[in-house]
């Protein structure tokens, strides 16, 4: 491949990244984050040659003071407005004037307790600010800030990451300009008011640019969609546990530098504050695709984890050359500011630079979090991160010197990003990263559709041994299944059938809407493929399996009225209920004690409970969770997917037993397996308005209470084991959702 052809390449897949707002916005403020940090080298550079230094330190403290009041009193709402306002369409702008009420009056209530309190808080700023106008312009300045940093993250969440990047460096460039005309006109404080100056003429621009022009546009955009705005209820719930998280990353960003002059001397903490600040900047570039990505990633949350993926990798494409540079430089780097500093400061500076990679696991974690409002996990996860900070800086440098909180910053990033990897990394054991099928048998599938008109959007990621590639023509779309592999093929041919068989079944009338229909299939000697019709609607996110469950079994009941009827379990239906699933688990799993025992006394356990019954047969989808739905936003069902194990025999119970199953797993934040072996300890298998669920969805099922508990269970497993090798092959998938069901078995399992 010549280079022009490589190049040609990497320019197109960057067009197309950038094409996408939400890579867009990351990249626009990541790099604007790097932009101002050079610039306020520069400021303050300027500022020390042009003001007596007795001048800057006191000018420095008022504005560091001013905006310590303002992070602390603006309770976090930038991240508030970047998570609702995109979703809030047309109220969008009632929320953000909510939004800016709130932050207004508690900076300005923050500063005024501080003006009252000064002489206890910082005496050596009384002189600045003891006469009334003095006073007043603080308070100004402070609600200024504060809608500053609110109104960034406004234009953020309208679309308009650009504009808010503009606006930055427009500060940047204009707070410079004032400083050398405020040098001559207010020596004794200049670079306080070429600050605050700045400050209000981009706030008043950025707020004109808003009304006029982002405003709109944003409104126009969204008209399409449906408006939803947060309860006070949701935001508060989300507010204020956001609000201690931010505290306590302010707390392990803010404090170091004062513990540690506290703990070494004015010399040594004058190397750390100049690694400090080095490395700080590396800080706000996952910080910067983090906005971006809880600006995004609520109005399309089935694409959370793509975006997620990759904006890591931006992430870590950006600071890890930085870190290398650092690493490998820092006693040249430290040179330049004299030898005491390459002395003291090198394996420090080191340490920090070091500490901002694991940092970009755990901030793009938060901001996961934050789309999804796990809050527990934002909060979780701060706290510790700030606890071994703190903690590690105040028993290491006693022991090692300065190095010893560069040591503290890098071991608990370490820790707390192995805690947010070991998280997820269980699903990505099972499903990788990357598509499953090999790229050249999907573009060869591609190419057999082009002529019709089809032409590729992106492939989506499968825990199958499948792919699915989205497919677009000038009047429609579908999507392509692709498999290799005699299990793949296999699977996508009996969708294949099952679909044909509901569409040309008329009892079932408009309800085969919500069924994709087959536009064609084929195989050769690669693979099989499926082409079929994509249904509107997108995935529910994590939240929504509770809310959702009345609709989903609304929705699905035509097809389990569809062929019902009541039989007598015999041995026939046994060996395909039972039987034939415990022999596939023997055969996929690894061999040994307890699998071996566990499956045989399973086996007996279900035969006994269920010969002789008379139970409810019929259709059942067979694998009916979030992940296989279509919804609009308010919640109403546009589509059933992967109907590969779908049967007109089987119990139809199946379906709602398996959805309340995947609800309460998802909850509880665990395997499916743990949900049903922790029921099967209990001997409580269904809560009383589950079973009254399930006999409603299912018309009455016949299936003692246990038995259904553990033949979904047992469904589950076998589909897994089905749709790809991997499964079995991951000792913690195994682990996590086998094993401790056979244990239960072994133990009673409260079938005896």
């Known amino acids: 491949m010549s280079v022009g052809v490589i190049l040609n390449l990497g320019r197109r897949r960057a067009s197309a990244q950038w094409s996408q707002p939400v890579y867009r916005a990351g990249w626009l403020l990541a790099g604007g984050s790097v932009v101002t940090?050079?610039?306020?080298?520069?400021?303050?550079?300027?500022?020390?040659?042009?003001?007596?230094?007795?001048?800057?330190?006191?000018?420095?403290?008022?504005?560091s003071a001013m905006m310590f009041l303002a992070g602390v009193a603006q309770l976090n709402?930038?991240?508030?407005?970047?998570?609702?306002?995109?979703?809030?369409?047309?109220?969008?702008?009632?929320?953000?004037?909510?939004?800016?009420?709130?932050?207004?009056?508690?900076?300005?209530?923050?500063?005024?307790?501080?003006?009252?309190?000064?002489?206890?808080?910082?005496?050596?700023?009384?002189?600045?600010?003891?006469?009334?106008?003095?006073?007043?312009?603080?308070?100004?300045?402070?609600?200024?800030?504060?809608?500053?940093?609110?109104?960034?993250?406004?234009?953020?969440?309208?679309?308009?990451?650009?504009?808010?990047?503009?606006?930055?460096?427009?500060?940047?460039?204009?707070?410079?300009?004032?400083?050398?005309?405020?040098?001559?006109?207010?020596?004794?404080?200049?670079?306080?008011?070429?600050?605050?100056?700045?400050?209000?003429?981009v706030v008043a621009g950025a707020i004109w640019y808003y009304v006029a022009r982002a405003y709109p546009r944003f409104v126009a955009a969204r008209r399409a969609g449906p408006a939803i705005a947060p309860t006070l209820r949701e935001l508060v719930r989300y507010v204020g546990p956001d609000y201690v998280a931010a505290l306590a990353w302010i707390a392990c960003t803010t404090l170091p530098p004062i513990l540690v002059i506290d703990l070494t001397g004015p010399s040594e903490a004058a190397v750390f504050a100049l690694a400090w600040s080095m490395c700080f900047v590396l800080l706000n570039v996952p910080?910067?695709?983090?906005?971006?990505?809880?600006?995004?990633?609520?109005?399309?949350?089935?694409?959370?984890?793509?975006?997620?993926?990759?904006?890591?990798?931006?992430?870590?494409?950006?600071?890890?050359?930085?870190?290398?540079?650092?690493?490998?430089?820092?006693?040249?780097?430290?040179?330049?500011?004299?030898?005491?500093?390459?002395?003291?400061?090198?394996?420090?500076?080191?340490?920090?630079?070091?500490?901002?990679?694991?940092?970009?696991?755990?901030?793009?974690?938060?901001?996961?979090?934050?789309?999804?409002?796990?809050m527990r996990v934002v909060v979780g996860t701060m706290i510790t991160l700030s606890v071994g900070v703190l903690g590690g800086t105040l028993l290491a440098v006693p022991a090692v010197g300065i190095a010893g909180a560069g040591l503290a910053w890098l071991l608990a990033e370490c820790v707390v990003a192995t805690w947010v990897g070991l998280r997820w990394v269980g699903p990505h054991l099972v499903a990788p990263p990357w598509p499953t099928v090999p790229r050249r048998t999907r573009r060869r599938a591609v190419r057999r559709v082009a002529d019709d008109g089809w032409a590729p959007e992106r492939t989506l990621r499968s825990v199958s041994d499948s792919s699915v590639v989205l497919l677009r023509s000038t009047a429609s779309s579908a999507a392509?299944?692709?498999?290799?592999?005699?299990?793949?093929?296999?699977?996508?041919?009996?969708e294949g059938?099952?679909?044909?068989?509901?569409?040309?079944?008329?009892?079932?009338?408009?309800?085969?809407?919500?069924?994709?229909?087959?536009?064609?299939?084929?195989?050769?000697?690669?693979?099989?493929?499926?082409?079929?019709?994509?249904?509107?609607?997108?995935?529910?996110?994590?939240?929504?399996?509770?809310?959702?469950?009345?609709?989903?079994?609304?929705?699905?009941?035509?097809?389990?009225?569809?062929?019902?009827?009541?039989?007598?379990?015999?041995?026939?239906?046994?060996?395909?209920?039972?039987?034939?699933?415990?022999?596939?688990?023997?055969?996929?799993?690894?061999?040994?004690?307890?699998?071996?025992?566990?499956?045989?006394?399973?086996?007996?356990?279900?035969?006994?409970?269920?010969?002789?019954?008379?139970?409810?047969?019929?259709?059942?989808?067979?694998?009916?969770?979030?992940?296989?739905l279509l919804v609009w936003p308010d919640g109403v069902v546009r589509g059933i997917l992967d109907w590969g194990g779908a049967r007109p025999d089987s119990f139809p119970a199946l379906d709602p037993a398996h959805w309340l199953l995947t609800a309460a797993s998802a909850h509880g934040h665990r395997a499916l397996g743990k949900e049903v072996a922790d029921r099967l300890g209990r001997r409580e298998y269904w809560q009383p308005g589950e079973a009254a669920l399930i006999r409603?969805?299912?018309?009455?099922?016949?299936?003692?209470?246990?038995?259904?508990?553990?033949?979904?269970?047992?469904?589950?497993?076998?589909?897994?084991?089905?749709?790809?090798?991997?499964?079995?092959?991951?000792?913690?998938?195994?682990?996590?959702?086998?094993?401790?069901?056979?244990?239960?078995?072994?133990?009673?399992?409260?079938?005896?």
């Not at 694409?303 to 930085?322: C, D, I, N, Q, T």
């Not at 299944?481 to 299990?487: L, R, S, Y």
């Not at 023997?586 to 566990?598: C, N, Q, S, Y």
């Open 37 to 63: 940090a050079v610039a306020g080298v520069a400021f303050w550079l300027s500022a020390a040659h042009l003001y007596p230094p007795q001048v800057v330190g006191a000018n420095s403290s008022l504005i």
């Open 77 to 201: 709402l930038m991240s508030a407005v970047l998570r609702f306002v995109p979703g809030a369409g047309e109220r969008a702008g009632r929320l953000v004037l909510g939004f800016y009420a709130v932050a207004l009056s508690t900076s300005a209530l923050a500063a005024a307790i501080f003006l009252l309190g000064i002489g206890t808080f910082a005496p050596a700023l009384v002189p600045l600010l003891s006469s009334g106008p003095q006073a007043f312009f603080f308070v100004a300045a402070t609600m200024a800030w504060t809608l500053y940093v609110l109104h960034c993250a406004t234009l953020v969440a309208v679309g308009q990451a650009g504009a808010s990047t503009l606006a930055t460096q427009t500060f940047n460039l204009t707070k410079l300009a004032l400083l050398l005309g405020f040098a001559v006109a207010v020596p004794g404080a200049g670079v306080w008011f070429s600050w605050t100056v700045a400050m209000a003429l």
């Open 287 to 374: 910080a910067s695709f983090g906005q971006s990505l809880v600006a995004h990633g609520p109005l399309e949350p089935h694409r959370l984890e793509e975006r997620h993926r990759k904006v890591l990798a931006y992430s870590l494409g950006m600071v890890a050359p930085a870190v290398t540079v650092l690493v490998v430089l820092a006693p040249w780097i430290l040179r330049l500011f004299g030898s005491w500093y390459v002395e003291v400061g090198t394996t420090t500076l080191r340490l920090l630079a070091l500490a901002a990679v694991p940092n970009c696991v755990v901030a793009l974690a938060v901001s996961r979090a934050r789309v999804q409002r796990r």
């Open 480 to 494: 392509l299944k692709v498999a290799t592999g005699e299990p793949g093929v296999r699977s996508l041919a009996a």
């Open 497 to 628: 059938r099952v679909l044909q068989q509901l569409a040309a079944d008329e009892r079932l009338g408009t309800w085969r809407r919500m069924v994709p229909a087959v536009l064609g299939s084929w195989h050769d000697a690669r693979g099989g493929y499926l082409l079929l019709t994509r249904l509107p609607g997108a995935p529910p996110d994590h939240r929504s399996p509770g809310c959702l469950t009345h609709e989903v079994f609304r929705a699905i009941a035509p097809l389990h009225r569809l062929e019902s009827s009541i039989v007598a379990v015999d041995a026939r239906l046994l060996d395909r209920w039972v039987g034939a699933p415990v022999a596939a688990l023997a055969h996929a799993l690894p061999d040994g004690e307890v699998v071996r025992t566990g499956l045989v006394e399973l086996e007996h356990l279900l035969r006994r409970r269920l010969e002789g019954r008379s139970v409810t047969l019929g259709w059942s989808h067979g694998d009916l969770h979030p992940g296989n």
């Open 696 to 752: 409603s969805a299912a018309c009455g099922h016949g299936l003692p209470d246990d038995a259904l508990l553990l033949l979904t269970w047992l469904s589950h497993v076998r589909m897994n084991l089905e749709k790809s090798a991997r499964y079995a092959a991951s000792p913690l998938w195994w682990r996590r959702n086998v094993l401790p069901v056979l244990h239960a078995v072994q133990d009673g399992g409260g079938m005896r």
